[in-house]
């Protein structure tokens, strides 16, 4: 958090015991309540509500995006084209910007997505202790998005319009141990760009692989139909629920599996001996998903563990739970919003192939995972797509 610009005296009182506890609370610091009001807010109707809200933002957003109120095309030789990454990247923000914070911050900071997105490129320097004087650009741009966020907070409460109540009644968990303005909105960049970021690159993913593999469109379109039967907007639930769609659940868990680089990080408090290692007392460790996602000597995943195979959950179903899979961490900071964060990444895909015929723009090889660079949550492509989408009623296409 420190890194991240708050204040030492900040992270104590966050960190430190309550002052003002509400019913059920008493005893936490506001850090495990945030922890507590995130998964409220990402669980049942609550996620239902959100999720359905979010999946109404990706509509509205395809059906009326156009070349002129967009930032995403690209020149293409003498043509334009989408950016697969800038497209998703810039959808998925603004959708979970706009669900959690409401429309006033957009119209306070147009720009602030792409402030995120060129801030979460350049994140990995301050996980890794990066040397200050070397990350004057990442500085700037969280220096930049906290003061977007002070204004935001000045405004008062009914002015913001948020379907989330997650962000004001963690701002009244910070205000009640006595943070400043400046401080609230120290704590909410972080939750800003946590947010905001892994889930967009789960958007590019899922396009990408789908887009090399014609089948699995056929697989979400088949899949899906019924959850369009009473409206254009689908029914989230019905999507996210591997019961009624397992295939497109499972092609899910698979893009997880291999794009994520999620990084849990943990200090050591006291000597501890595992196997025969010796962890020492005030020593960091950094745990990497991805040595056990492709790992083949655990036999988790099997000897093809480095390959996609969009059926490789459904044919396991246990392999969701299997200990080897971790994308979202584990333990007490066991991600609170890999609920919506599928609910998310299943409405949006299955609104682009219902809605769109997509194609690569020109010929252009499945990208890389961006593994030269240190990641701590979802790996980006090391390349871009350029694509078309062609509307499937006939229209035009974006
Ligand atoms: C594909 C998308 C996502 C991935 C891969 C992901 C992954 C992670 C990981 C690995 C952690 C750290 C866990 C640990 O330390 O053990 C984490 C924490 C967190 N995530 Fe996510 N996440 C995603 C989406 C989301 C979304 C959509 C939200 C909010 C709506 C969210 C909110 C959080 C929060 C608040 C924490 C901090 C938890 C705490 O320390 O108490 N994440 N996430």
């Known amino acids: 958090m420190l890194e991240f610009g708050s204040a030492q005296w900040g992270v104590d009182r966050i960190l430190g015991p309550p ?19 995130q998964v409220q ?16 933002f990706f509509h509205h957003d395809l059906t009326h995006s156009t070349r002129e109120n967009t930032k995403f095309y690209v020149k293409n030789g003498n043509k334009l084209a989408i950016s697969l990454k800038a497209w998703t990247q810039q959808i998925f923000i603004r959708a979970g910007q706009d669900a959690y914070f409401g429309p006033k911050l957009d119209e306070l900071s147009p ?52 379907k989330a109540w997650f962000v004001e009644a963690l701002e009244d968990e910070c205000r009640g141990v006595g943070l400043d303005t ?54 989230g639930e019905y999507i996210s629920n591997v019961q009624k769609c397992p295939k497109l659940n499972a092609f899910w868990l698979e893009c997880l599996r291999l794009a994520s680089s999620s990084t849990a990080l943990r200090y050591v408090t006291e000597d501890t001996i595992i196997g025969d290692k010796i962890l020492r ?42 200990l080897n899979f971790r994308p979202f961490g584990g333990g007490k900071t066991l991600c609170p919003g ?20 997509v194609t690569l723009a020109k010929d252009q090889p ?9 990641t ?21 296409g974006m």
């Open 111 to 162: 720009d602030l997505p792409l402030d995120l997105i060129r801030f979460d490129e350049l994140s990995w320097q301050v996980f890794y202790h990066y040397p200050l004087a070397l990350r004057k650009e990442g500085t700037s741009l969280a220096n930049k998005i906290r003061t977007a966020l002070k204004h935001y907070f000045e405004l008062p409460k009914s002015q913001r319009l948020a």
């Open 338 to 357: 890999r609920h919506l964060a599928k609910y998310m990444a299943l409405t949006f895909v299955a609104q682009v192939f219902r809605k769109f015929d």
């Open 281 to 322: 007392e005030g020593h960091t460790i950094l745990m990497s998903a991805r040595q056990l996602h492709l790992n083949t000597s655990s036999n988790a995943f099997g000897d093809d563990a480095a390959i996609f195979e969009d059926e490789r959950f459904l044919k396991n179903t246990h392999l969701e739970r299997n």
């Open 366 to 374: 499945f990208p890389a995972y961006e593994e030269d660079k240190p």
């Open 182 to 235: 400046e401080e609230v909105a120290s704590q909410m960049l972080f939750l800003y760009w946590g947010i905001n970021t892994n889930i967009s690159k789960m958007g590019y993913w899922m396009i990408a692989h789908a887009l090399f593999r014609p089948h699995l469109v056929d697989l979400i379109r088949n899949e899906t139909a019924l959850a369009f039967e009473n409206s254009d907007i689908p029914d």
């Open 19 to 37: 002052v003002t506890r509400r019913g059920g609370r008493q005893g936490k610091s506001v850090a495990e309540v945030a922890h507590y009001l």
């Open 376 to 396: 701590i949550g979802i790996l980006s492509g090391k390349e871009d797509l350029l694509i078309s989408l062609r509307a499937r009623d006939g229209r035009q």
């Open 41 to 56: 807010q990402t669980s049942k109707v609550d996620l239902t509500c959100l999720g359905d809200y979010i999946a109404r």
